[in-house]
């Protein structure tokens, strides 16, 4: 069975970094082809699009994370990062990835950011 496992969530004081990582189980061929999302829900809140890569390195952000966030993959692990610098207490969510082509999607790893 194909798999999203997303980790490196945690507590983090405003202004600080953390990384996530969402690792693939497919085969690399289609990994490396697929486009790789990342989401972010928080609390009463609608699901949102934070930032993408394609399978060749393309990316785009949400207006919200900028200059803040960056994505990043590296097809050789079939799996795909989210540096996340300067986080404020808004960036509090549930962040999780999913792959466009393969149709799947992780459960998901909670960020906190506390003021």
């Known amino acids: 069975q194909v798999q999203l496992v997303e980790s490196g969530g945690g507590l983090v004081q405003a202004g600080g970094s953390l990384r996530l990582s969402c690792a693939c189980t497919a085969s690399g061929s289609i990994f490396s082809l697929d486009t790789m999302r990342w989401y972010r829900q928080a609390p009463g809140k609608q699901r949102e699009l934070v930032a993408s890569i394609t399978g060749g390195g393309s990316t785009s952000y949400a207006d919200s994370v900028k200059g803040r966030f960056t994505n990043s993959r590296d097809n050789t692990k079939k799996s795909v990062y989210l540096q996340m610098n300067s986080l404020k207490p808004e960036d509090t969510a549930v962040y999780s990835c999913?792959?466009?082509?393969?149709?799947?999607w992780g459960q998901g790893t909670q960020v906190t950011g506390s003021s």
């Open positions: 999913d792959a466009q082509l393969l149709e799947i």
